[in-house]
């Protein structure tokens, strides 16, 4: 049986996965104790609205990684271990199950049809979690409930015309938001993605598939956010969305090589706009996408 959820632990998906990127966050870029956090810049950075992240912000208070100033708003009261991820959060067991459904329907294991009494029987988990999990993958746009009974997954990237169409809309869409005219070229979250690339090139026999979609995710995204334009983040966060049962289904073929390659590649662009080239980073952005459909069709 499931213990209480505590008062101060986040009350949704939303919230507790904004718990983990702000530890993520704290742990990359390494703020002096005692600098000011945001909740503007945070909001932005992570792409959501500033009610969930005040709520997330609150809980690492709690939890003693930072402190509310009366007219400071918050401060950074101590820094996560290197690499570590020292929150238990509430919502782990629903994270685990939410990884293994989507790894199972990626693979085929799981139809595309499917009930609540089978899938906390498969996973072994309660109907309070299993709300959590179908909750957050209606969320992703990945399950809808069906008329009557049963929950049937949306249309993935299952066909090759359906991964070559995206790739053909992320490329469209990618390079016009580097040329936005909202574009702001913010160092703070180019330092934190280039943090995350780099621990992944120091270690990345070690990488796990949620890792590498996360940090992929997450490098497409920031440039968009990097836009000023919502829709522009919105369109990416969906493709990313689709993509993710077809990532983890094919992360186990994805090689060393092409893993480092592609995280260089991520860098090179980081570089381009850093430097304020944003023509150069389109046309490196461009080529990228360009090459990891290539990629992927000839390992097919």
Excluded at 125 to 141: D, F, K, M, N, P
Excluded at 154 to 180: G, H, K, N, P, Q
Aim: hydrophobic share 40%.
């Amino acid at each position: 049986m499931e213990q209480d959820q505590a008062l101060d632990a986040p009350r949704s998906d939303l919230q507790a996965e904004i718990v983990g990127r702000l530890i993520a966050m704290l742990d990359q870029e390494r703020p002096a104790i005692g600098s000011r956090l945001p909740e503007q810049r945070v909001a932005r950075q992570l792409g959501v609205s500033r009610s969930p992240v005040r709520t997330a912000m609150k809980f690492l208070e709690a939890q003693g990684y930072l402190l509310s100033q009366h007219g400071r708003g918050f401060i950074v009261a101590r820094l996560p271990e290197n690499g570590a991820q020292p929150v238990d959060l509430p919502e782990s067991r629903a994270d685990l199950a939410h990884d293994r459904l989507l790894r199972d329907r990626a693979s085929g294991h799981l139809g595309s049809e499917v009930t609540e009494a089978e899938l906390a029987e498969r996973y072994g988990i309660s109907r309070a979690v299993l709300a959590r999990v179908l909750a957050r993958l209606t969320g992703e746009g990945l399950i809808e409930r069906q008329r009557g009974h049963g929950w049937r997954f949306v249309e993935a990237l299952e066909s090759d015309a359906a991964y070559e169409e995206s790739y053909e809309f992320r490329i469209t869409v990618e390079c016009a938001a580097l040329r936005a005219r909202g574009f702001v070229a913010d160092p703070e979250i180019l330092a934190g993605l280039r943090r995350r690339h780099e621990a992944i090139l120091a270690a990345p026999c070690d990488v796990t598939p949620a890792q590498w979609f996360d940090t992929n995710s997450a490098f497409h995204e920031g440039l968009a956010s990097l836009s000023g334009n919502r829709f522009y983040l919105q369109a990416i966060r969906r493709q990313n969305h689709l993509r993710r049962m077809l990532e983890y289904a094919e992360f186990s073929a994805l090689s060393k090589a092409r893993l480092e390659q592609s995280c260089r590649e991520h860098l090179a662009i980081l570089d381009a706009i850093a430097s304020g080239d944003r023509a150069w980073a389109e046309a490196l952005l461009r080529r990228h996408l360009s090459q990891a459909l290539d990629y992927t069709s000839l390992e097919e």
